[in-house]
């Protein structure tokens, strides 16, 4: 009786034990799936920095400022400059 008993109680803690298996490999599964997410979502957002640096970089050039400067604000440079120097 005491075996039937050790013998049950073994089996239980086997099927418990596949089980528990299972269901860790299938959770470690959808993590897995979620940090590749994640992972692409990085990626995007790496590459639309970049270009996000390279669009600013390309705008604040000096020859891009001055012909905003020109054709929406209509500004123009001074005709007559004079250089003072300070001794």
């Not at 640096?53 to 004079?82: C, F, G, I, W």
Request: glycine share 2%; aromatic share 6%.
């Amino acid at each position: 009786m005491a075996r039937m008993y050790w013998l049950t109680v073994l089996l239980a803690m086997v099927i418990g034990s596949a089980l528990s298996v299972v269901y860790v490999k299938h959770e470690s599964r959808i993590l897995f799936s979620e940090l590749r997410n994640v992972q692409k979502l990085q990626d995007q957002q790496v590459i639309q920095w970049g270009r996000l640096q390279l669009q600013n970089s390309t705008l604040a050039t000096h020859s891009n400022v001055e012909s905003k400067a020109r054709k929406t604000l209509k500004m123009l440079l001074p005709e007559n400059v004079q250089v003072v120097q300070l001794p």
